[in-house]
């Protein structure tokens, strides 16, 4: 592929056009990338050293593991292990900067992003900025449950449950004690499955250790999956699998049932039935986030921005989208690849290489996804691993899951503190990060934008 016709505007400094962050003069191509994640990191490694100006916004200081979300909000790791200040990565990266700013809007005509620090142009964008949870429109789900996309939403977890598990112990009143202590996830996907075993392990462990006065069938935990299956995206055999380990932590599984209502109190399926439970965990769905300003025709479901096969936003000549957010839609990819980190990844690197062709005006082939398999854990040491057409389950899928998110987690010091916890934590069951180091208030209703 050729991109004819871009006008390299001339590279700007902050004095001239409409800069208003300060950024150094160059006399080369200016990327600006929206996104620190898996997808805007490989990118950057790709371009770093190279003769490009990158600018990387992000509206975090920090990159984040979402994989071991999950293992924070129950205590097992603390936040600081799980995420990594954008500015260490890019240490020594002399063409690299990061302003740590949210962008509002995408102004194509005059290449230009405006944030909430103030405006800058591109001549490449490159946007990069994942999903949020979607709660499908319903709002009183929304505004009493917890999502878990982010370190924040695995702080409030662990900071909802532990309150909770105080409370129950100061009430007199039974039902309030079973709404304390009762726990409901919704999606039986991995971050689900996965929130479903450590919370189970949490219970048969930590439960009795710490509260003695409670018997041990206090705490349940219930997952809802809308379909009749787990880990849906995988084997046969690994949902199976997961679907037994589950059952021997005692999490209650409930097939064919979506949330219709949530009061923070009772949870209400579709069918009709109701839970006590004033801790929802909500993991089931993801929408698209990015800024205002692509034409709406370029936006597909899930609220994803549909590509071409070479990863640049249709309808635009010097826009493109990686990671999550992109769709490219073919006949072999009808709903887009799929929305996890190798894909975020591949097609970062592969942006990166293609970018430096396509400055020069070189033809470029198209993003080819190589599928390396998936891995999911339920607790310590059981996982399921689906690699190409071995799939298998078990201690040795553990280790392997172990060994790749500890392998995948930025930051030496990051890997030697998981590693340690993990180490630790094989040996003595224990997750010695239950503090409730803030109040964790339940958040307001939030307005919600559809799709
Ligand atoms: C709980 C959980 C568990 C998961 N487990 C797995 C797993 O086991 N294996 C797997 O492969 N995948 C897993 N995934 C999916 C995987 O994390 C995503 O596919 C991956 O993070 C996508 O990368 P990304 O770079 O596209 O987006 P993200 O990693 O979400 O990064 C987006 C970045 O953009 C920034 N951003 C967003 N909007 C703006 C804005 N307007 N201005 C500035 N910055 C902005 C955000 O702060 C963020 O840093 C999991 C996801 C979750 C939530």
New binding site residues.
């Given amino acids: 592929m050729k991109i004819n016709n871009i006008k390299h505007t001339k590279h700007l400094s902050p004095c001239k056009i409409s800069d208003t962050i300060c950024l150094p003069d160059s006399n080369v191509p200016r990327i600006v990338v929206?996104?620190?994640?898996?997808?805007?990191l490989a990118l950057v490694e790709k371009l770093k050293h190279k003769e490009v100006q990158v600018v990387l916004?992000?509206?975090?200081n920090f990159?984040?593991f979402?994989?071991l979300?999950?293992q924070v909000a129950t205590s097992a790791l603390e936040p600081d292990s799980i995420v990594f200040p954008f500015r260490k990565q890019i240490n020594g990266y002399k063409n690299v900067l990061f302003r740590l700013?949210?962008?509002?809007e995408i102004q194509p005509s005059s290449n230009t992003i405006v944030t909430n620090k103030g405006i800058v142009n591109y001549d490449y964008l490159v946007l990069?900025?994942?999903?949020t949870t979607n709660f499908f429109g319903m709002e009183s789900v929304e505004a009493n449950s917890l999502g878990?996309?982010d370190i924040r939403d695995s702080l409030n977890i662990r900071h909802m449950m532990l309150q909770n598990l105080e409370q129950a112990a100061i009430t007199c009143d039974e039902d309030e004690r079973d709404a304390l202590t009762n726990f409901v996830i919704v999606g039986g996907g991995?971050?689900g499955v996965e929130m479903a075993g450590a919370l189970a392990e949490f219970c048969k462990y930590i439960l009795p250790k710490d509260y003695p006065e409670y018997p041990s069938s206090i705490m349940n935990i219930y997952l809802i999956e809308a379909i009749d299956k787990l880990l849906s995206t995988m084997s046969d055999k690994a949902s199976s699998k997961t679907l037994k380990y589950l059952k021997d932590l005692n999490v209650k599984i409930l097939f064919n049932e979506s949330v219709s209502d949530y009061d923070g109190s009772q949870v209400t399926t579709k069918s009709g039935k109701t839970i006590l439970a004033k801790n929802l965990i909500w993991?089931a769905g993801v929408k698209g986030?990015?800024?205002k300003g692509i034409d709406e025709k370029h936006v597909v479901k899930g609220n994803r921005i549909k590509t071409d096969s070479y990863l640049k936003v249709e309808g635009y000549k010097n826009i493109f989208a990686?990671?999550?957010?992109a769709s490219i839609i073919t006949d072999d990819t009808p709903r887009g690849h799929p929305?996890?980190?190798?894909?975020?990844i591949q097609q970062g690197k592969y942006l990166g290489d293609k970018l430096l062709e396509i400055i020069k005006n070189k033809p470029i082939k198209p993003f080819k996804y190589k599928d390396k398999g998936s891995l999911?854990t339920v607790g310590k040491r059981r996982a399921v691993a689906d690699l190409g057409r071995f799939k298998f389950a078990g201690y040795f899928a553990w280790l392997l899951w172990s060994v790749v998110h500890l392998m995948s987690i930025s930051g030496f010091r990051n890997r030697l503190m998981v590693g340690f916890n993990w180490a630790v934590s094989y040996f003595t069951y224990e997750k010695s990060n239950r503090v409730i180091i803030r109040n964790f208030k339940p958040k307001p209703p939030v307005n919600h934008t559809k799709k």
């Avoid at 929206?34 to 805007?40: K, R």
């Avoid at 990686?322 to 957010?325: F, K, L, S």
């Fill in positions: 929206i996104g620190g994640g898996f997808a805007g916004f992000d509206k975090n990159h984040q979402q994989p979300l999950y700013a949210e962008v509002e990069a900025t994942g999903t878990m996309k991995p971050a993991t986030q990015f800024p990686i990671g999550d957010i929305q996890v980190a190798q894909t975020a999911a």
